[in-house]
């Protein structure tokens, strides 16, 4: 019985070390070409934003990606280079205006904005437009403001049953992998100083 016993501890050991070693075998070359190629295309693509992960929840720069109503924010985030603030680890709150929103600004606002040389007016706007936290539309009925992104403040109102930040109203929220998007019916716009 012990010479069973210790064969059969032998063929397990056997087959152990037989399935750790093909596990650890030689990589295939291709992988380190395509490898090389890939970080050549993506030079200029840096940072948490351009990871791609299709296993967890979105975060709320793949939340604004992904909508076809947010294509203007999505273009002014990336004009302003703020795409790996989107993606931190937070929790985020992003109050998201819709491209309707962007369309009431008075005209040639979003055009003047998007130009690199206005690119820290351009973020300090979208700035504004986020501040740390992860709380429902219901939760943000027990504030008077919010500090925001930019180190201002932004005013909460209630209305009913309706909730507005800095004078736009939520009119939908989405939970995001870093926190929460809330869309918005007008783009927030800070005060001058």
Known sequence: MKSTFKLSMLWLFLLLAFNIGCKNGPKNETAVSDQNE????????????FIED???????????IGSPDH???VAAVQ???LENVLV??????????TNAAFDALPEGTVED????????ALANILKYHVTPGNYS?????????????????????VQ????????????ASIPAGNGIVHIVDKVILPPTQ
Request: proline fraction near 6%; aromatic fraction near 4%.
């Open 38 to 49: 890939s970080e050549a295309i993506l030079e200029n693509n840096k940072g948490q934003a």
């Open 54 to 64: 299709d296993e967890s929840t979105p975060n709320v720069l793949q939340i604004a």
């Open 71 to 73: 294509s203007t924010l």
């Open 79 to 81: 004009a302003a280079d």
């Open 88 to 97: 931190n680890a937070g929790p985020l709150m992003v109050f998201a205006p």
């Open 113 to 120: 904005l998007l130009k690199p040389e206005n690119r820290d």
């Open 137 to 157: 539309k219901d939760f943000l009925r027990k504030f008077k403001k919010l500090g925001q992104a930019n180190n201002q403040n932004v005013p909460v109102e």
């Open 160 to 171: 009913g049953d309706d909730v507005f930040v800095g004078g736009a109203k939520i009119i």
